[in-house]
């Protein structure tokens, strides 16, 4: 139980911050979170070793976001949250962020799997190259070119600027 809880205090922000980057939800984050540690103490005996624990622990979380997306009956693997205006940012310039920020994340869910996955945790989780190819079992180079590749699809689809 010891190594659990070691496995825990390593890999817990690590999981908080995968999940973070699917949901966008703090609540129901940390409650995935704890799910997910709560079926790896469960399943541990059936990790094989063939993959990094970090990675195993996120294949888990995942499995756990699909199943909760399934119960809410949601269509949509993202949510946009609302931008609070800061007191010096005039309320047509807030407007006019939160109108670019829909386009971005409407051109984001059009693209299509895995690149779609990896532009989201790259720009929402703020997961590193090498981590991304970890979490979906590929390697650093490939997830920088699926992310340059991604990016300029966006750019040809629009005038952001990354």
């Known amino acids: ?92 310039s807030a407007a006019i962020q939160k109108m670019d920020t829909i386009q971005l994340y409407k051109l984001l869910h059009a693209l299509e799997e895995p690149m779609r996955e990896v532009m989201y945790l790259r720009l929402n989780g703020n997961f590193s190259f090498k981590e991304i190819g970890e979490i979906l079992g590929k390697d650093e180079n490939w997830a920088r070119v699926t992310f340059y590749r991604g990016k300029q699809k966006i750019r040809k689809e629009s005038q952001y600027e990354m």
């Open 1 to 92: 139980m010891k190594d659990m809880e070691q496995i825990y205090k390593k890999y817990m922000p690590q999981v908080y911050k995968y999940l973070f980057s699917l949901c966008h939800d703090t609540q129901l984050t940390e409650e995935l979170t704890q799910e997910t540690f709560f079926q790896a103490v469960k399943s541990i005996e059936s990790f094989r070793g063939d993959c990094k624990l970090y990675v195993w622990l996120c294949q888990i979380a995942k499995h756990l976001w699909c199943r909760e997306l399934k119960q809410r009956g949601r269509e949509n693997h993202t949510e946009l949250t609302e931008d609070i205006p800061s007191p010096k940012q005039p309320p047509e």
